[in-house]
């Protein structure tokens, strides 16, 4: 049975797309079209049998939905989904833009890095202005300087290559099809369009999402993208070729390259040249009480999967487990321990994390950052009052680093992807453009991702010490992107696929939703439902109006800088369970977004 039933209105297509003329046939059924809030909606979780998808979109969830009814792989729904996000929460991710993305077929966990790449041009003085300072944040985002080569769409077809059951083409129909009858405008897509100070200094964005008179298009009013469907349909026929070289990849440098007041660097070459990676993924062995368990994420260029197994193992060797939740809240002892783990992460983060291909981990292995003795010590530098500011470790066997720490900078955007298939394959996929509506340049119906901004503006800091995450030609830059799976350690099964949007605070959303289930035993809609907090190593973050005012006096008495805050996570989660004598998924969506769970 579908567990989330919207009216149906079939939309039969006319043909398979060309390619697909001798494959299974697909038939995309419209749904109907949610009006999805950018404040808090409550979630019910969700319970299936046999597959689940969970999106941030309800459009984009029923059509990964609909793929794996048809007997698509997960691989395959998560494609079908990341070409409908592209269209509906264009703000967050898509087809001009990157993605990391986990994949497990029984205990094998592959991990695909579709992360962009500065341009060949490009080097460490991108983000100086004339006087040699880093440029203001805003500045460097808005215009072609900020605009990497994209990485989603060539990574997604070499992980269909390997893991596909459905044709290329028939995963685009959804999309295509949305594009060209067009969708309802959520609420969420409404506001931040209104909110924002910048999209509509791009004429060809400005005549897409905002009215004649300068308002952003109205909840409920169906918006037509007959430029995306055209390239989508070209994509779906040709492949990744298709965006990355000809007509459209000129369009793109074009845009980049002759934007008036802040240009880019951004090539045909470029393009051309765009290889995704297959990297080995990042795992390590986690124990609560008596229960192993296997927990895999990204590794760098990603620091999402080390900073979490960092705070993770901290926290092990602190009296964090012996404190439950009060009232369905964290307590302020525990929310001590959790952020001053965070600050230790943290520390390690801006020192030690950019693109393997430039920078060797510390002793010779990512692995060192994460080991048992190494997270034991870091422990020991929690006491009774706040670090505040924690510095770097040193992991045994590291030589002496000539990096300086990266300084805090803006991080935003992105959307999450979880999905289980009918045969048990997973994916839990992280797809960002960055910032909200990336760098603000629209292009045959697509947003241009901004993704650049993720390097450190600043080089080197004021002694001349290079950071390690700077601008470099065909570097990656640092993400904090978290795609996580879990596994029981002594049977190889799935228990969980996760992760959030979030920028930085991506890493404290998904290890909240991670220690939720694991240590307080919370289904993941109740896990997914806590109040965000964490550190980026300085004040301690609470989300506002969630937590009682002794919680924050405590943090304070200890002597945090505690700044309560909007912390809009995007959380998705589908974990392993059983109720009524069955095993069974449930899913979780973040009831601040719009995403649902489906399945059957």
């Known amino acids: 049975m579908r567990k989330t039933t919207p009216t149906l209105t079939l939309l039969a297509l006319a043909a398979l797309l060309a390619g697909c003329t001798s494959a299974p046939r697909f038939e995309y059924a419209v749904p109907a079209q949610p009006e999805g809030s950018s404040g808090y909606t409550e979630k019910p979780g969700w319970a299936t049998e046999k597959f689940a998808v969970a999106a941030a979109n309800p459009l984009a969830t029923d059509a990964g939905y609909q793929i794996l009814k048809a007997g698509g792989s997960a691989l395959d729904a998560a494609i079908a989904v990341q070409m409908v996000l592209t269209l509906v929460e264009p703000q967050s991710s898509g087809i001009g833009g990157g993605a990391f993305l986990l994949h497990s077929a029984g205990t094998k966990v592959e991990a695909y890095d579709g992360r962009e790449t500065a341009p060949a041009a490009a080097d460490e003085k991108l983000f100086l202005g004339p006087d040699g300072k880093p440029v203001p944040f805003h500045d460097g985002v808005v ?30 129909q959804p999309a295509i099809t949305l594009a060209e009858g067009g969708f309802k405008v959520s609420a969420r897509l409404n506001t931040l369009a209104a909110a924002d100070a910048h999209l509509k200094k791009d004429p060809v964005a400005a005549a897409y999402f905002y009215k004649p008179d300068g308002d952003a298009r109205d909840v409920g009013f169906n918006l037509r993208n007959p430029e995306l469907g055209a390239v989508l349909r070209r994509i779906a026929a040709e492949g990744s070729k298709a965006l990355h070289e000809g007509e459209i990849a000129q369009a793109i440098v074009d845009k980049v390259q002759k934007h008036p007041t802040n240009p880019g660097k951004l090539s045909l070459a470029d393009l051309a040249g765009y290889q995704p990676r297959k990297r080995e993924p990042l795992c390590h062995d986690y124990q609560v009480a008596s229960k192993n368990y296997r927990m895999c ?173 700077r601008v470099q030609p065909g570097k990656r830059p640092r993400s904090s992107m978290s795609p996580t799976l879990v596994f029981d350690k002594a049977t190889g099964e799935l228990l969980m696929s996760g992760g959030s949007p979030g920028g930085a605070a991506i890493i404290h959303y998904t290890a909240k939703t991670l220690y939720g289930v694991f240590n307080w035993g919370l289904m993941p809609q109740q896990a997914i439902n806590l109040p965000n907090f964490g550190s980026m190593n300085g004040p301690s973050l609470l989300e506002e109006k969630r937590f009682p005012p002794l919680t924050v006096e405590t943090l304070r008495a200890r002597g945090a800088e505690v700044r309560e805050m909007n912390m809009t996570s995007g959380l998705q989660a589908i974990t392993r369970g059983h109720a009524h004598g069955k095993k069974l998924w449930f899913g979780g969506a973040d009831p601040r977004r719009e995403g649902v769970v489906m399945g059957d």
């Open 143 to 172: 215009g072609g300087r900020s605009v990497g080569v994209p990485g989603t769409v060539r990574m997604l077809e070499m992980a269909h290559k390997e893991h596909g059951k459905l044709p290329w083409a028939t995963l685009f």
């Open 297 to 469: 994420g990204f590794p760098p260029p990603s620091s999402g999967a080390i900073a979490i197994a960092q705070i993770l193992g901290i926290l092990k060797n602190t009296d964090a487990a012996a404190m439950p939740l009060e009232n369905d809240l964290p307590t302020a002892d525990w929310l001590h321990l959790y952020t001053d783990a965070a600050r230790l992460a943290f520390a390690d983060r801006a020192q030690y994390v950019a693109d393997p291909d430039f920078v060797q981990p510390p002793a010779g292995s990512w692995a060192s950052l994460i080991a048992p003795a190494y997270l034991a010590e870091r422990a020991k530098l929690i006491g009774t009052q706040s670090l505040k500011v924690a510095q770097p470790g040193k992991p045994p066997g590291a030589v002496a680093t000539s990096y300086a720490s990266m300084p805090d900078q803006p991080e935003y955007g992105t959307s999450h992807i979880s999905i289980v298939d009918a045969s048990g394959n997973a994916v839990a996929m992280t797809t960002t453009i960055e910032d909200q509506f990336g760098a603000r340049q629209m292009v045959k119906g697509f947003l241009l991702n901004n993704e650049l901004t993720d390097f450190s503006f600043a080089p080197a800091d004021a002694q001349g010490q290079p950071i390690a995450n």
